[in-house]
């Protein structure tokens, strides 16, 4: 059975990388479907080597909206006595690491009931910490309400009704979304971000399709995540 399970993503910082290289650590402005998946494997206690459960996870559909868009900050970073490639000595190395302050996200996984089941059990008592792209970037309230889980609607349904997560003055202002979506789909746009391998020396993604839309919501008051 299809079912969908909505989660609140809050932190004061979060990072959610997609083309990070050398020494520019980027983020994207919502949640990715790599960051989103590492997270419920840390929860679930599953091995990066684990390719097979993983590959599992990584078959959820994602569904994010913005309930607050966050704002993009740079931390200036150095780090001292890094060995050089060659062996022969250390050096110095800055880089400039991007992250997300004050955002805050509802984030929907589709799939099957009986899986999901699972990934709520593991959020509410994780196997390792959670964090939202680096250790450091760590949650300001539970990922799943009191008595949340999955819900027998698809992720779409789960947007348009699930109360805001923050409480608005204004009524009806609408909020950006980011749904999985089939290739090929009219007005989608790529997303390299599907995880294949999370291991140390073989870190892969595939392209997803996505689709950028919006919700407008009427009622007021707080969400449910608390």
């Excluded at 840390?42 to 994602?62: K, N, P, S, V």
């Excluded at 800055?94 to 959020?123: Q, T």
């Excluded at 997560?165 to 979304?177: C, F, G, H, Y």
């Amino acid at each position: 059975m299809i079912a969908s399970l909505p989660l609140c993503f809050d932190g004061p910082m979060q990072s959610w990388g997609i083309r990070s290289r050398g020494i520019i650590r980027d983020t994207m402005p919502e949640p990715t479907k790599s960051g989103v998946v590492g997270l419920m494997a840390a929860a679930m206690g599953i091995d990066r080597d684990d390719d097979a459960a993983l590959a599992e996870l990584a078959r959820l559909r994602l569904a994010v909206r913005v309930d607050r868009e966050g704002v993009m900050e740079r931390d200036y970073h150095t780090a001292q006595n890094v060995p050089t490639t060659q062996g022969t000595g250390h050096r110095t190395v800055v880089s400039e690491r991007y992250y997300l302050a004050d955002a805050l996200f509802l984030v929907v996984l589709e799939g099957e009931e009986s899986m999901l089941d699972r990934v709520a059990a593991a959020v509410r008592n994780p196997h390792w910490p959670l964090s939202f792209g680096r250790k450091a970037y760590v949650p300001a309230r539970p990922l799943l309400e009191p008595g949340g889980g999955p819900e027998p609607e698809p992720a779409e349904e789960i947007l348009k009704r699930h109360q805001w997560l923050v409480r608005r003055d204004t009524p009806a202002e609408p909020l950006r979304t980011v749904v999985e979506c089939p290739p090929g789909t009219p007005g989608a746009e790529v997303r390299y971000d599907q995880p294949v391998s999370f291991r140390a020396n073989d870190r892969r993604f595939a392209a997803r399709a996505v689709r950028i839309g919006e919700v407008v919501l009427t009622g007021e008051g707080a969400g449910r995540c608390s």
